[in-house]
């Protein structure tokens, strides 16, 4: 059946239906008119490079049909094509896998030049044609459609995942802006298997190109008392999961834990499985990676203070009160206190991240939330201060919160 000119429900929307998901946006095809037509109908033009529009009362995107032909490097270079008299198949023979390039029209008939339909049926994501080649942050993004729909079975057609082994070795990825990037990895990493995203990054070697910092350390061994999946590698996936769990889809809590153990990839050899002070080596790292991808100061702060410190949350059931003070300083807990939930969670996620050890209780994250509501409560105003000025006022105040802390041993 091919498809005359009108309006068409495209992409995620009618995939999702078809997966029984609820759609989250709805994105629209308009076949055979003009940007004049357009704005003559009461849309609103949003487009720079090509034409589109948002709907006068439900503010939906509208986009007119269109081609595209790859001029340049990366995610724009591109000579866009939008004339009435581009086809829907045309326009849906641009997009990138065959489960995003399905249509129905204002009747609800469903138009599938490409075979979507079955690939759905058969778990696949797989690339509509060789254009898929042309856009480099194609690579980003069937890695997160396989994490997203990692739970329903879906995996990558070789033939696509081999292609994009290609998109890798051309160095097309180096193209990419960081800032989009970024907002790949914060999708992705808020879905229920960020693990799947990472693996398959690997699989095709973006990993190596795009966080070589991670990539290294598949095949680092770990103690294999503390670590029964020994690969720091694996660790790292497990424990990504976890946090998927823990976060409640928190990109910031599972984008730290990718980088909690990047210091384990710089220990010399000759001192596997041990990795002495991994912590300390692993942020400056962690500045590299968040400084590369333009990550807000929030998620880097976090990243940061996860990297440094997630020992310290590990031990600190048999740690002195001083000490159990001296890390709510270090991460500025007092001052913002919001920062420690995500904190507890992302140690949590490592603590858990471990064959044979997923549902070990976490006692610290509980211990280190009632030390802080403790110290939190002592406050200069509130002290006997008498007599006393300038920094004797912060050590009368550390005195008064460190027996708050250990009060609760009492």
């Given at each position: 059946?091919?498809a005359?000119?009108?309006?068409y429900?495209v992409g995620g929307?009618?995939?999702?239906?078809l997966?029984?998901?609820?759609?989250?946006?709805?994105?629209?095809v308009?076949?055979?008119s003009?940007?004049?037509?357009?704005?003559?109908?009461?849309?609103?033009q949003v487009?720079?490079s090509f034409?589109v529009?948002?709907?006068?009362?439900?503010?939906?995107?509208?986009?007119?049909?269109?081609?595209?032909?790859?001029?340049?490097?990366?995610?724009?270079?591109?000579?866009?094509?939008?004339?009435p008299?581009?086809?829907?198949?045309e326009?849906?023979?641009?997009r990138?896998?065959?489960?995003?390039?399905?249509?129905?029209?204002?009747?609800?008939r469903?138009?599938?030049?490409?075979?979507?339909?079955?690939d759905?049926?058969?778990?696949?994501?797989?690339?509509?044609?060789?254009?898929?080649?042309?856009?480099?942050?194609?690579?980003l993004?069937?890695?997160?459609?396989?994490?997203?729909?990692?739970?329903l079975?879906?995996?990558?057609?070789?033939?696509?995942?081999?292609?994009?082994?290609?998109?890798?070795?051309?160095?097309?990825?180096g193209?990419?802006?960081?800032?989009?990037?970024w907002?790949?990895f914060?999708?992705?990493?808020?879905?229920g298997?960020?693990?799947r995203f990472i693996?398959v990054?690997r699989?095709?070697g973006?990993?190596a190109?795009?966080?070589?910092?991670?990539?290294?350390?598949?095949?680092?061994?770990?103690?294999?008392?503390?670590?029964?999946?020994?690969?720091?590698?694996?660790?790292?996936l497990?424990a990504?999961?976890?946090?998927?769990g823990?976060?409640?889809?928190?990109?910031?809590?599972?984008?730290?834990?990718l980088?909690h153990?990047?210091?384990?990839?710089?220990t010399?050899?000759?001192?596997?499985?041990?990795h002495?002070?991994?912590?300390?080596?692993?942020v400056?790292?962690v500045?590299?990676v968040?400084?590369?991808?333009k990550?807000?100061?929030?998620?880097?702060?976090?990243?940061?203070?996860?990297?440094?410190?997630?020992?310290?949350c590990?031990?600190?059931?048999?740690?002195?009160?001083v000490?159990?003070?001296r890390?709510l300083?270090r991460?500025?807990?007092f001052?913002?206190?919001?920062?420690?939930?995500?904190?507890?969670a992302?140690?949590?996620?490592?603590?858990?991240?471990?064959?044979?050890?997923?549902?070990?209780?976490?006692?610290?994250?509980?211990?280190?939330?009632?030390?802080?509501?403790?110290?939190a409560?002592?406050?200069?105003?509130?002290?006997?201060?008498?007599?006393?000025?300038?920094?004797?006022?912060?050590?009368?105040?550390q005195r008064?919160?460190?027996?708050?802390?250990?009060?609760?041993?009492?």
């Amino acid at each position: 059946m091919s498809a005359t000119p009108g309006t068409y429900l495209v992409g995620g929307a009618v995939r999702d239906a078809l997966l029984g998901l609820q759609a989250v946006e709805k994105d629209w095809v308009v076949v055979g008119s003009t940007p004049g037509e357009m704005l003559k109908q009461g849309y609103k033009q949003v487009g720079a490079s090509f034409p589109v529009f948002l709907h006068p009362q439900s503010g939906e995107e509208y986009a007119l049909a269109r081609t595209e032909k790859k001029q340049g490097h990366g995610y724009h270079g591109f000579k866009v094509d939008f004339h009435p008299g581009v086809t829907l198949e045309e326009d849906l023979l641009r997009r990138d896998l065959t489960v995003n390039a399905m249509a129905q029209d204002e009747k609800g008939r469903l138009f599938d030049p490409y075979g979507g339909q079955r690939d759905l049926e058969l778990r696949v994501l797989r690339h509509v044609s060789d254009a898929f080649a042309e856009d480099p942050l194609r690579v980003l993004r069937v890695a997160r459609f396989a994490a997203r729909f990692a739970g329903l079975g879906f995996t990558v057609h070789e033939s696509t995942l081999a292609m994009m082994r290609d998109i890798v070795d051309s160095g097309e990825l180096g193209y990419l802006a960081p800032e989009r990037t970024w907002r790949e990895f914060e999708s992705a990493l808020s879905t229920g298997k960020p693990s799947r995203f990472i693996s398959v990054l690997r699989d095709c070697g973006a990993l190596a190109a795009l966080l070589p910092e991670v990539d290294v350390l598949f095949g680092v061994p770990q103690p294999e008392e503390y670590h029964p999946e020994i690969d720091t590698g694996v660790h790292v996936l497990m424990a990504l999961d976890a946090a998927a769990g823990l976060s409640n889809g928190s990109a910031n809590v599972v984008f730290a834990v990718l980088l909690h153990d990047l210091g384990k990839g710089l220990t010399e050899k000759r001192y596997w499985p041990s990795h002495l002070r991994h912590e300390a080596a692993g942020v400056p790292l962690v500045d590299a990676v968040c400084s590369r991808l333009k990550v807000p100061n929030a998620v880097h702060d976090l990243a940061r203070k996860v990297c440094a410190n997630h020992l310290t949350c590990h031990r600190i059931l048999e740690a002195r009160p001083v000490t159990v003070l001296r890390l709510l300083e270090r991460l500025d807990a007092f001052r913002q206190p919001g920062l420690l939930p995500d904190y507890i969670a992302a140690c949590k996620s490592d603590y858990l991240g471990r064959k044979g050890l997923e549902d070990r209780p976490y006692r610290q994250g509980e211990y280190l939330r009632l030390a802080h509501g403790a110290a939190a409560a002592i406050r200069a105003r509130d002290l006997d201060l008498e007599g006393v000025s300038g920094p004797q006022v912060g050590e009368h105040l550390q005195r008064a919160r460190i027996e708050a802390i250990a009060a609760l041993a009492g």
